[in-house]
């Protein structure tokens, strides 16, 4: 019996730690266009190197999802497999998956596959794929690890903090002065995912103590208790740590992890932005 768990770069984890014995982890990758030029988000993008390019050039980026075909072979050898995916509001990840399980499922019917929705990205992603693993590593049959996954997601939640919106902006998401505010006043878009898998924002914070201050608060008001916190960063250690100390200073036995975006988050995120995953 061989276990898959699959995710698509919406997930930080290139691997997954401490993973499961009989486990295997894929990251099935989107790609990002930026200009003429294609990025595939795996372990080998200079994520650098893409966001330089991102920012000098005038037309808006995009980002495809994987073809059915990758989910396809992502699951090869696989009896057992979840797969979790970004948001269906913002990508097409989970309709190609379900598509490219359908097309395993035909060869190999005795294989148990279920697609899984995360209505989020990043840090919430990667906590989902964390507890799957766990799932996984005590025990339980298939239907019960699906069941006590989709539980468990009922009390996660995903908070996002943004210092640059030139995407939004090129993409026609906001306007131009919009954007210049958020640049010449040094504004923070604070916000979260909501139930339906879209990007609701919830407060302007001038400045990045602000930015953790709105963040942490609106983590209490979302029923945040001290769970297990993921924030996934684009080069921002600082603000990983400034949210490390007021959530501790709060919630003294809280877990909190931090981890670099990938390419599709620091898509999302941009410079200095957080993808925040918690349990409520």
Known sequence: MTWKIIVDSGCNFRELPNLAAGVQFVNVPLTIQVGEQIFVDDAGLDIDQMMDLMYATPTASKSACPSPEAYRQALEGASKAIIITITGTLSGSNNSARLGSEMYLEEHPEAQVHIFD??????????????????IASGLGFEDVVAE????????????????????????????????????????????????????????????KKAVTAVIEEMVKAG???????????NNDKICEQITEGLTAKFPNATIQSIPTSGLCSFYAEEGGILLGYEI
């Open 118 to 135: 995360s209505l989020s990205a990043g840090g919430e992603q990667d906590l989902l794929a964390l507890k799957l693993n766990d799932l």
């Open 149 to 208: 996954l989709k539980t468990y997601h009922r009390s996660t939640k995903l908070a996002f903090a943004l210092a640059k919106v030139d995407n939004l902006v090129k993409n026609g998401r906001l306007s131009k002065l919009v954007g210049t505010v958020v640049g010449l006043l040094n504004i923070r878009m604070v916000g979260q995912a909501s139930d339906e898998g879209t990007l609701e924002l919830l407060q302007k914070a001038r400045g990045q």
């Open 224 to 234: 945040y208790k001290g769970g297990r916190v993921m924030i996934s960063h684009r």
